[in-house]
Each structure stands twice: as C-alpha cells, then as structure tokens.
Nanobody, 137 residues
Framework: QVLVVESGGGLVQAGGSLRLTCTVS????????MGWFRQAPGKEREGIAC????????FYSDSVESRFTISRDNAKNTVYLQMNALLPGDSAMYYC??????????????????????????????WGQGTQVTVSS
C-alpha cells in the first residue's frame, strides 16, 4: 500500500512564499518520478510540476514556471515544492503524486515530460489528503 502525506500549506499574502512537503511510503522511492498537482474549487486537478527519480530533470506548467521549484530527498522519501511570488490564482488544494519507475521512461517508452507524468500519476491514482494553500490579495 502506498501512503502519501502532504503538509506545509497555509494562508499567505500575495507575493509570499510557502514550502510544501510530501512523504511517500513506497519501496524504491528513489526510482519513481514524483510531482505535484493542484485543484481549485470547481476546476479539474492540474499537474504543475514533476521531477525525475534522480532529481536531475524537472518540468513545470506555464502557470508556475520560474516561481515554483520542485526538489526531492530520496534518503527521506520526500519531495518538496517551494512556491515563491504566490498569486491569488495559486489558491488550491495541493496534492503530491507518484509517477512510474525510471525503467518505464526509457527503452521505447515515452520519455518523462510533465504531460506524461500527469497521465501516469492519474492512472496510478495514489493520492494523499492534500494540503490547502490560500493566497490573499
């Protein structure tokens, strides 16, 4: 069983920063692509960032590029999302997500991209309770 636990959300003023943390109980965590989604009320869940198993590759949606940074600590089974220059439009429930192992993204399979990660994470369907981020104007 895969357990995903997100934390670090809160209320912040526009222009402020937050750091989200996600811990995942999965064997061979360091072999999996990981990422973050968010979902605002009345909107679909949106993939916003992902990171390769080694941490060498990162991908972002246009909406968060240059403001958010995803990173990971494989020794702690943890992935982070540093969010800077927050906007009211960033207000949402944020979810950590699990992609596929590294072997999936090589040897003829699609390489890791944000779109590929979103597809894989939705298919894997491993979700935590999420952490709420609210940005006031």
């Amino acid at each position: 069983q895969v357990l995903v636990v997100e934390s670090g959300g809160g209320l912040v003023q526009a222009g402020g920063s937050l750091r989200l943390t996600c811990t995942v109980s999965i064997s061979s965590f360091g072999d999996y692509a990981m990422g973050w989604f968010r979902q605002a009320p009345g909107k679909e869940r949106e993939g916003i960032a992902c990171i390769s198993w080694s941490g060498r590759q990162t991908f972002y949606s246009d909406s968060v590029e240059s403001r958010f940074t995803i990173s990971r600590d494989n020794a702690k089974n943890t992935v982070y999302l540093q969010m800077n220059a927050l906007l009211p439009g960033d207000s949402a429930m944020y979810y950590c997500a699990v992609g596929n192992p590294s072997a999936y993204y090589s040897g003829g399979y699609p390489p890791l991209t944000l779109d590929e990660f979103v597809y894989d994470a939705l298919k894997n369907n491993y979700w935590g309770q999420g952490t709420q981020v609210t940005v006031s104007s």
